[in-house]
């Protein structure tokens, strides 16, 4: 059984473009999670997706960021217009359930914006 | 609350040594703490975890200490190994009755032989 798949796992942008995330959950997972990390900070909370419907977003800047997991494929963060500030690492993480206790994570992508 | 753009705190032992890790969390009402630990350039991984009606609980070289009083959790390595070398994460879940995760700052462990 797969982990969680994230790619890229680097992606360079340039100021102005446009970045998109893939995350595939592991197997029989129909939660995920998107976490946003800074150089030595600990993952902050974006988003929480189940198929089809955007549970809680409050984690997401207001503008230019937008996530959404399909009935069928991966789920993806998007981010518009990239500025430097949004250079992190980007995390994804999925569950069975939404209680379960252990939330698995990919291993990141990393996003520069040049 | 909120962690903030500090280096992160380094821990410093031995090879065979025990090592204690400290973590504060934001909430009261939070129920649910896990441990991660960070290896550079990858994702957290589940270390141990403990519900608010348990104050300790034990697995494989590892322990995790709660203390709702202060809101103060500590992990406890037994025997720290070079492969432990990481940056270790508290997490705690917050109300709302899904994985959506608060992480702590963060502790860098360092292990030398």
């Known amino acids: 059984n797969a982990g969680v798949m994230q790619n890229p796992r680097h992606l360079v942008r340039r100021r102005g473009q446009e970045a998109r995330l893939r995350c595939s959950p592991m197997?029989?997972?129909?939660?995920v999670y998107w976490y946003r990390q800074l150089p030595e900070e600990g993952l902050k909370f974006m988003v929480y997706?189940?198929?089809?419907?955007?549970?809680?977003e409050s984690g997401m800047p207001k503008e230019r960021f937008s996530a959404e997991f399909p009935k069928e494929g991966p789920s993806i963060l998007r981010i518009q217009q990239v500025v430097r500030g949004d250079s992190a690492a980007y995390f994804c993480?999925?569950?069975?359930?939404?209680?379960?206790?252990?939330?698995?994570f990919g291993q990141g992508t990393r996003l520069t914006v040049v | 609350g909120e962690s903030v753009g500090l280096h992160l705190p380094t821990l410093s032992v031995q090879e065979g040594d025990n090592s204690i890790i400290n973590c504060a969390y934001s909430?009261?009402?939070?129920?649910?703490f896990i441990w991660y630990k960070q290896e550079s350039g990858k994702g957290p991984q589940f270390i141990i975890d403990?519900?608010?009606?348990?104050d300790k609980r034990q697995g494989q070289r590892v322990t995790v200490l709660l203390n709702k009083t202060v809101k103060h959790l500590s992990l406890q390595i037994a025997a720290t190994q070079p492969g432990d070398s990481a940056v270790y994460f508290c997490?705690?879940?917050?109300?709302?009755?899904?994985?959506?995760?608060?992480f702590g700052a963060g502790t860098r462990l360092a292990v030398h032989p």
């Open positions: 997490a705690e879940i917050s109300a709302g009755g899904y994985n959506k995760l608060i």
């Open positions: 197997k029989g997972h129909s939660h």
């Open positions: 909430n009261s009402a939070s129920d649910y």
């Open positions: 997706l189940q198929k089809e419907n955007i549970i809680d």
């Open positions: 403990i519900r608010s009606n348990m």
């Open positions: 993480a999925s569950s069975p359930f939404p209680e379960n206790t252990e939330a698995f």
